[in-house]
């Protein structure tokens, strides 16, 4: 009897602290070090604002390793409700049909009413379907702007470039000044599809990739880009511009030790650089060409997106859709966007920010979610392009000899059209 | 993908029996010349015919799990174009095998791996040899030297690469800076030569004390009487080293040719990932590392797949070619 009495009293317990049996979901990423620990902190606030769910995020390393975990998971049929896909891996997740529920067809069918409007418009087109259904939920967003040297720039004597030409004016008395006048930190993302964005100029064919992946072709030997490009190695020669090989922080490195005067980061850059950067910065748009016709676009969206992965339970479903619905609330959006530096989603988050004096305090926090606010074109919503990871190689292989001087700036994009058009085309075939 | 794995099943199975000295390895040993009474004496015999199989079967597990599986699962998705997820694919024949061999990149990988691998074997047993006999001197009554030249075989493979790119970094490097004494402008990261330099100086640096370690205890092996024989008809100590140490040598020579071949091929797969930060680039790669990038990075299995099986026929012939070739002129006993 009394055994029987333990036995109730422990069941009891158990059942108290398994907080009347969640319905457990998990949550793949690849996020390290702070923004990591911020992920676990979203997680415990969302466990914390609800009883019927229970979400554990896992790290699985880098974005890459993420990826590649979530797709070998699935294929096993263990695979995570939520896996983070970064930018050049969407195409992937997309275009395999099945693998994930749109997200806004799960935020529908779990009740609620999902609103394409309430986001900002950068973030609205590169996680979603050609119709404009939104299949990934962004999460961590960011943008390409340029981190300015206020010192640099006052011993020079010269305002922020809005445009490169303005900059080409600047570089000399910036190098008089004793300073490297530019560095960047991702060629691919920054002055390629960015630039595309940016200068509103088409990148690929069947409408950017978005219609269709049979016979896509990459639009690399754009004679603006190549100029671009030209460009970037004129400078380099002149001494106006600096390049540190394809990782990012050698990069990075020369602008927080005081070195170099302008350097392009990401706006998720803010957080890390607040602690690292020797001098006072400020921050303000990648620079655009004045010369091309209907440039200063808005850019488009960076960093990774959620995926609600198919073959799940409804019941789990349920509330990874409560999750989507607890992560786009203004409150947890401006939580995220002031612990790691990555942009606000929603419109309603940029004005709770807005209003709460965030930008007053630091002007350079809202600097990436202008660029994405600013008036979209016709080729600024980005990409999707199959196997882009490894196009991305290709392209880091042949900027490398660029400036290595190994190569001219005409040989390498006929390389990288040539070589990425033949893996565009082995992934057709995948898919087919 | 299977590489990993083969490469570990084989220099698993090749350092077994070398741990128990470079002579018995590869069942060579010549103990049928032995008087047939003594090896009668010593036999064990086994009273159940299942009994040795049993013995065998961890092994034949293992090599199973993690060699065979995964090769014919390999051969077979090489074959395919296959969606990642598993959704969709299509059989395409020998394309993927073609569009690799077709492929200038891969052919200047396949360039760089075989230099890469040629220098690294080299060095790496030369300078361990040079090691050994000149410690093979002093080292009776000093562990010391010894303990220092072996130490750095305790470093994985990840963190010796990530010592050599800070002894390389661009902006901190002390390597960079000793480089520009002599008016070199080391760029690793930068320059294709000057990585590739520098991935062949921290490869051959993480694989010296191993050979020293075999090589030492091979030269120790060898009987003092031997050595004042050979003492007393030769006085250069050179030729005594060419015409009787080495050939007394070749086995564990032999032996660790193999093992270093296998090492700069795959084993360095960590030095490389960490020195080229995860961006190759217009940096050097070995094939292996290639394999990682369109497999697990591009999620491109059936390409990567058809570039491990490439790999698994370069090692096949490579092993065969040395077994048949060069062991023919090893000595053992």
């Keep these: 009897m009394i055994r029987k009495f333990t036995m109730t009293g422990l069941a009891l317990v158990f059942s108290a602290t398994s907080s009347f049996a969640a319905t457990n979901i998990s949550w793949w990423h690849g996020m390290a070090g702070r923004n990591g620990e911020v992920i676990n902190e979203i997680a415990t606030k969302f466990n914390a604002s ?62 609620y009413t999902f609103d394409r409007e309430a986001f900002i418009d950068g973030v609205r087109y590169f996680y979603a379907d050609s119709d404009g259904k939104f299949v990934g939920m962004p999460f961590n967003s960011s943008a390409p702007i340029m981190y300015i040297n206020d010192e640099a720039l006052k011993k020079a004597g010269v305002e922020a470039p809005k445009t490169w030409e303005e900059f080409e ?33 088409q990148f690929a064919t069947n409408n950017n990739g978005y219609d269709s992946v049979t016979d896509t072709q990459l639009k690399v030997t754009d004679p603006n880009l190549i100029m671009m490009f030209d460009k970037l190695k004129a400078w380099a020669d002149e001494g106006y511009f600096a390049f540190y090989g394809a990782g990012w922080n050698d990069n990075q490195k020369m602008f927080e030790e005081n070195k170099a005067a302008l350097w392009i980061g990401s706006s998720g850059s803010f957080g890390g650089l607040q602690k690292t950067a020797q001098m006072p910065f400020s921050a303000t748009f990648l620079p655009y060409w004045g010369s091309i016709k209907g440039a200063g676009t808005s850019s488009f969206i960076g960093g990774a997106a959620l995926f609600a992965m198919a073959g799940k ?38 004005e709770l920010a807005k209003k709460e004096g965030y930008y ?7 600097v990436g979610i ?48 040539k070589e990425g058009n033949e893996l565009l085309a082995r992934f057709a075939k995948t898919a087919g | ?55 065998l079967a961890p092994q034949m597990a293992i090599i199973f799990v993690f060699f065979y599986w995964p090769s014919v699962q390999a051969i077979h998705s090489s074959f395919y174009l296959e969606d990642p997820f598993g959704f969709g694919s299509t059989f395409v024949g020998l ?55 072996i130490w750095v075989y305790a470093i994985a493979p990840p963190v010796a690469g990530l010592m050599g790119m800070m002894m390389f970094d661009q902006h901190i490097g002390p390597l960079v800076k000793f480089a520009a004494f002599f008016g070199w402008d080391l760029k690793v990261g930068l320059n294709y030569n000057d990585t590739a330099f520098a991935m062949i100086v921290v490869s ?130």
């Design chain 2, 95 to 149: 394309a993927n095998y073609t569009d690799v061999l077709k492929s200038g990149e891969y052919l200047g990988i396949a360039r760089f791996t075989a230099v890469f691998t040629a220098l690294v074997t080299f060095f790496s047993l030369a300078i361990g040899l040079l090691l050994a006999v000149k410690a093979d001197g002093v080292i009776r009554g000093n562990a010391t030297y010894k303990t220092l030249l």
């Design chain 2, 1 to 55: 993908m299977t590489n990993t794995p083969s490469s570990s099943a084989m220099s698993a199975t090749l350092a077994a029996p070398a741990a128990g000295g470079p002579w018995g390895l590869f069942g060579r040993r010549k103990s049928a010349s032995k008087p047939p009474e003594e090896t009668d004496a010593k036999r064990v015999q086994f009273n159940s015919r299942l009994l040795p199989y049993l013995f």
């Design chain 2, 204 to 333: 051959v640096w993480k694989q010296i004390p191993y050979n020293f370690i075999f090589f030492l205890s091979g030269l120790q092996g060898i009987p003092v009487s031997v050595r004042e024989a050979a003492l007393m008809d030769c006085r250069s100590g050179f030729r005594r080293f060419w015409t009787v140490i080495l050939p007394l040598l070749a086995p564990t020579a032999f032996f660790l040719l193999i093992i270093n071949t296998t090492y700069a091929l795959f084993d360095t797969f960590g030095v490389i990932d960490v020195m080229v930060k995860d961006k190759a680039a217009n940096n050097p790669i070995t094939l292996v590392y290639k394999v990682y990038m369109d497999g697990f990075r591009g999620n491109d299995l059936g390409g990567s797949s058809a570039q491990s099986v490439i790999l698994m026929i370069i090692v096949f012939v490579l092993t065969i070619f040395q077994f048949r070739f060069i062991e023919r002129r090893v000595h053992y006993n």
């Design chain 1, 313 to 350: 339970p409804e019941a789990e479903n349920k509330c990874v859709a409560d999750f989507f619905q607890f992560l786009t609330s203004p409150e947890i959006q401006v939580f995220y966007h002031k612990a790691t530096g990555y942009v606000a989603i929603t419109k309603a988050a940029y």
């Design chain 1, 169 to 201: 004016a600047a570089a000399p008395k910036l190098k008089a000044a004793g300073f490297i006048p530019l560095v960047q930190s991702q060629l691919t993302w920054q002055f390629t599809e960015n630039f595309f964005s940016r200068n509103n100029i």
């Design chain 1, 50 to 111: 609800q009883t019927a769910c229970a979400l554990t995020p896992v790290s699985k390393g880098t974005y890459e390793e993420a990826l590649a975990s979530g797709i070998a998971a699935f294929r096993s049929g263990e695979q995570p409700n939520i896996l983070q896909v970064f930018d050049a891996g969407a195409a992937t997740i997309i275009n395999a049909k099945g693998a994930v529920i749109p997200a806004e067809d799960l935020i529908n069918n779990a009740g």
């Design chain 1, 370 to 417: 202008q660029q994405l606010m600013l008036p979209a074109g016709e080729w600024s919503k980005g990409y999707r392009l199959g196997f882009y990871p490894q196009i991305r190689e290709i392209m880091e292989r042949e900027y490398g000899r660029i400036f290595a001087g190994e190569v001219s700036v005409k040989d390498a994009f006929d390389t990288i059209e």
């Design chain 1, 360 to 366: 007053n305090e630091k002007p350079v926090a809202e």
